[in-house]
């Protein structure tokens, strides 16, 4: 049925493609409105933060999006359970799962998938999807590539790979399923262990098809500059982190015939939108979200997710749109997103080499209990990593979960010399001069 469902949902979309702009829009305001009428009606916090705001549910019908209350992360994980129609789903249970099934192709009640993230706010949060919505997230998924076909090909990714991130959780999501049958192999690269150790493998399983954080991806371009790595992808699609123009040009330089393509995904949303060389610009996909863009932040309204909605939820993204006149697609077409770049804190390894610890491998860090925490790099062999707690957990116990997380990443990054302290503090504040949280900070002195 999933394979089914997917193929139903991918040729449906094919044909958003064709339609007006016009009617692109009118297809997202009745999606929009069919998704909050029915989270009024089925989602508890919905009801009653509408219903607070003295918005009644005939309101529904032609109330203007802007009139409707902003959610964001804080609003979301402080009142969970109300988020979803599912009365099974609670924080605690959530927590435990992932605790217990960390391959991120594992369902929590043989049902949900789950992707965690604390982004660039530091505060965890948990967003979860129906196989349903997942077989759309795949359909919609399929815009990356400038020539979808259902040729069988082998595919590599370079990106966080030991828990329930968006990434390797779609890379991996045909597996035991109908669609592997597409993949002819697939090799997957934890960007948490040192990279060189998989040039032998990559060189040898050449792949079609490279995926992967930007960062990432340069580092192997590097190698293939230097004549290290021999591969040559006809695809490389980049996603999980802004990819720059300067990042964009050296990779096509490095694989010439390799189509880049860049893909915007969000933990809240894994269908967001693309930029691929065909299309010059990034177009976002509006018959699957609806973005509202300010000036310091974006508005997201999921248009598919009805397990757990999320209605003009607040991303820190600060998206520039483009005021080009020809579009290749009836969707907004933008210029750049910014706000997702963090800084990359490098070590001297053990052997005496410089290496990094990726950002999102530290943005994706989950233990229970933990409510917000802190990267703070204090030189080129030590960090201190703070901490808040919820009051209802045991500080030991979370201490020594951090610990086992942390020494993880420091053994497979052959980091074992690296010295850290795990500091339990009340609260993380922002930034005192920009107010704005950092997720990684650095004090190392060069």
Excluded at 173 to 179: C, G, N, R, W
Excluded at 214 to 226: N, T
Excluded at 291 to 314: A, G, K, S, V
């Amino acid at each position: 049925m999933s394979f089914l469902r997917t193929l139903n949902y991918y040729f449906s979309l094919r044909k958003n493609l064709k339609k007006s702009r016009n009617e692109i829009l009118n297809l997202r305001e009745r999606k929009f409105r069919k998704i909050i009428r029915y989270a009024y009606k089925n989602i508890p916090f919905y009801n009653e933060y509408y219903t607070s705001r003295g918005i009644k549910e005939n309101d529904l019908n032609f109330i203007p999006i802007s009139e409707l209350p902003i959610i964001n992360k804080n609003i979301l994980m402080n009142n969970f359970e109300k988020f979803f129609a599912d009365k099974r789903i609670t924080k605690n249970k959530v927590a435990e799962f992932l605790k217990d099934n960390p391959h991120p192709s594992s369902l929590l009640f043989n049902r949900y998938y789950i992707i965690h993230s604390s982004g660039s706010s530091g505060k965890i949060g948990f967003y979860l999807y129906s196989m349903r919505e997942w077989d759309f997230i795949k359909a919609v998924s399929t815009r990356m590539f400038p020539k979808f076909n259902l040729e069988r090909k082998k595919y590599a990714f370079i990106g966080a790979v030991d828990g329930h991130y968006a990434a390797i959780s779609l890379f991996l999501s045909p597996l035991h399923q109908i669609e592997q049958y597409f993949y002819k192999d697939f090799m997957v690269m934890d960007i948490n262990r040192p990279i060189k150790t998989y040039i032998e493998k990559l060189n040898e399983f050449n792949p079609d098809n490279l995926t992967g954080y930007p960062y990432g991806i340069k580092l192997l371009a590097k190698f293939q500059r230097e004549k290290i790595l021999n591969i040559y992808p006809k695809v490389i699609v980049c996603g999980g982190e802004q990819l720059l123009k300067s990042d964009r040009v050296f990779i096509k330089d490095i694989w010439k015939k390799a189509e880049i393509v860049d893909n915007y995904a969000t933990s809240e949303s894994l269908a967001m939108g693309v930029c691929r060389e065909d299309l010059e610009g990034m177009y976002i996909y509006d018959d699957a979200v609806y973005l509202e863009i300010e000036d310091n932040r974006t508005l997201l309204t999921n248009l598919y997710n009805y397990t757990q909605p999320l209605i003009r939820y607040e991303l820190t993204d600060v998206i520039k749109a483009t005021k080009k006149e020809n579009y290749k697609w009836p969707f907004t077409c933008i210029e750049n997103i910014s706000g997702r770049v963090e800084l990359i804190p490098t070590f001297i390894n053990q052997d005496g080499e410089k290496d990094f610890i990726h950002p999102i491998v530290i943005a994706e860090i989950f233990v229970k209990g933990v409510d917000k925490f802190q990267f703070v790099q204090t030189s080129d062999q030590s960090f201190e990593f703070k901490i808040s707690i919820l009051k209802s957990e045991s500080v030991n116990r979370i201490i020594d979960d951090t610990k086992k997380i942390l020494n993880s990443i420091l053994e497979r990054k052959n980091m074992r010399n690296i010295n850290y302290k795990i500091i339990v503090i009340d609260d993380i504040k922002p930034d005192k001069k920009t107010g704005k949280f950092q997720l990684i900070i650095s004090y190392n002195k060069k």
